[in-house]
Nanobody
Framework: QVQLVESGGGLVQPGGSLRLSCASSGFTFFRTYAMGWYRQAPGKQRELVAAITRGGTTNYSDSVKGRFTVSRDNAKNTVYLQMNSLKPEDTATYYC????????WGQGTQVTVSS
């Protein structure tokens, strides 16, 4: 059974940085899938904010472009999200999944940007 475990969230001041990690287990073919980072703010739909193909090509939503960087380590079956210049509107629960999402969602990791 494939499991995704997100970590690295927390409370940070505006302008600060966080690095999220998503470790997968039981995902034998991790390296063959595009992976994405999604977020869901209270009262809003879950949205894809960053994605990385199996070849390493990245894509970002306009709201995070230039501030977030997605990367992956196929040897560790892990995907990362470096978040810089964080804004209060980045506050959300962050999840990883394939892109498009085909795996059951993990618990996510909460990111709160507030002074």
């Amino acid at each position: 059974q494939v499991q995704l475990v997100e970590s690295g969230g927390g409370l940070v001041q505006p302008g600060g940085s966080l690095r999220l990690s998503c470790a997968s287990s039981g995902f034998t073919f991790f390296r063959t899938y595009a992976m994405g980072w999604y977020r869901q703010a209270p009262g809003k739909q879950r949205e894809l904010v960053a994605a990385i193909t199996r070849g390493g090509t990245t894509n970002y939503s306009d709201s995070v472009k230039g501030r977030f960087t997605v990367s992956r380590d196929n040897a560790k079956n892990t995907v990362y999200l470096q978040m810089n210049s964080l804004k209060p509107e980045d506050t959300a629960t962050y999840y990883c999944n394939t892109d498009p999402s085909i795996i059951g969602w993990g618990q996510g990791t909460q990111v709160t940007v507030s002074s």
